[in-house]
């Protein structure tokens, strides 16, 4: 097809064509139990155009009538020139497809490679649902002949930039992807909708005697953290990384793991004030879980939401907002366990509304006693005393029914 009657486009499809050996710059495949969409960057530079876009189609369909997720496997340059705007609208039919995969729940995971820029990364990249990229790949949106010259060589457009911007889930090594991407569509495509299991108790099983020594207890940095539960609950798991809007939070753990045979979608606070990345990272995991039948486990631990100015305008508000509203209104069992501090709306913005546990080592309070003493105007004296009167420790919560019950070993 020759929308624009580009002079010798006609002549450069025989070339690659030759070249390659197939006929566009993309294939697909039924591999295993997915379907697999193949660039070729020595067609055209793994260019797209009309024809490109029926073949994806094509994949996207099977995939549907089949229940397959899609893995595309991209190396290209973006739109192909030579067809113009009807190349650059198969963007939109990309991700039409990428949508309606998601709507009847099929996971679809993208490999970026090198390169991988323009539209298709800003459609069928970006749009998966877990992006992995190979080291040192050139990924973003300005290819490197349409960039700043001045940012040309900057790390941004690479597969580790876009890792620490957000956008990418993994980075991972080409011997590697085989591995990698078995396990992840496994866990991706087990649906069994059953509540998570509260994790049992790593550290002190015994209660508190009062306010103030629940407080110390949470916060002993000697106390079992996110990593050794999440250790200790799954036998495999594949991290997800991310806010998908330039920030990533390493005080929010999150992706999906293996839990006696069973897939479950995690998102665990590891003990610091979490930045609106984190939340939003968390509200992205969370949505996934519902749009695939998968259930989530929780673990709260932090001692309240970042509350400085740098928080305040990546907006800090909206995102706790967003994360509270996800799961008021996710479809599928979200479990919870805190396992340390409960600080304040940074906290409960990650508990579930009506299945949270404790454990014996962790509060939950509206607030420090520290800062409940200074909003009040007491003197520092009266922190002890102010942490009694919170009924923050997990005896306290279980007689209000703030939490179902204290977790056990």
Not at 72 to 89: F, H, N, P
Not at 104 to 116: A, E, F, I, Q
């Amino acid at each position: 097809m020759n929308p624009l009657g580009w002079a010798g486009y006609g002549a450069q499809l025989g070339r690659a064509r030759s070249k390659t050996g197939g006929d566009e710059s993309v294939s697909w495949e039924r591999r295993g139990d997915a379907v697999a969409i193949s660039f070729d960057f020595r067609f055209l530079g793994g260019s797209v155009g009309t024809a490109t876009g029926d073949l994806i189609e094509e994949a996207f369909t099977e995939a549907g009538a089949e229940g397959l997720p899609v893995v595309s496997v991209i190396a290209t340059g973006g739109s192909r020139m030579q067809e113009g705007m009807a190349s650059l609208r198969q963007l939109q039919r990309i991700s039409g497809l990428c949508a309606r995969h998601a709507e009847v729940g099929l996971p679809h995971v993208s490999v970026l490679c090198d390169p991988t820029t323009g539209g298709i990364w800003a459609s069928l990249g970006a749009g998966a649902d877990v992006v992995l990229a190979v080291p040192g790949a050139q990924v973003g949106f300005a290819g490197s002949r349409v960039r700043p010259e001045a940012d040309l060589d900057d790390p941004a457009y690479t597969s580790e930039g876009q890792f620490a911007a957000g956008a990418v889930d993994l980075v991972v090594e080409p011997a590697e992807l085989g591995g990698v991407l078995g396990a992840l569509l496994a866990l991706l495509l087990d649906g069994e909708l059953r509540p998570a299991s509260v994790p049992r108790v790593l550290g002190a099983t015994d209660v508190p005697a009062d306010g103030w020594s629940a407080v110390e207890r949470a916060r002993d940095p000697r106390r079992p953290r996110a990593q050794a539960y999440l250790d200790d609950y799954f036998s495999a798991r594949v991290p997800f990384s991310g806010d998908r809007a330039g920030g990533v939070d390493p005080g929010m753990l999150c992706g999906i793991g293996l839990h006696e045979g069973r897939s479950v979608v995690y998102a665990a606070q590891t003990g610091t004030a979490n930045t609106p990345a984190g939340f939003r990272t968390a509200s992205r995991v969370v949505r996934l879980a519902e749009r695939l039948g998968l259930p989530v486990l929780t673990l709260v631990d932090t001692p309240g939401a970042a509350n400085d100015a740098a928080a305040e305008r990546a907006g800090v508000g909206p995102a706790i907002a967003e994360l509270f509203g996800t799961l008021a209104a996710a479809r599928v069992p979200v479990t919870t366990l805190v396992v340390g501090e409960g600080g304040s709306g940074g906290a409960l913005a990650l508990a579930s509304p009506d299945q949270t546990w404790i454990a014996p080592d962790a509060y939950f309070s509206v607030i420090a006693p520290e800062l409940a003493a200074a909003i009040l105007k007491r003197d520092p004296a009266q922190v002890r005393a102010t942490a009694d009167q919170l009924k923050l420790r997990p005896q306290d919560l279980v007689e209000l029914g703030v939490v179902r019950g204290i977790a056990g070993p």
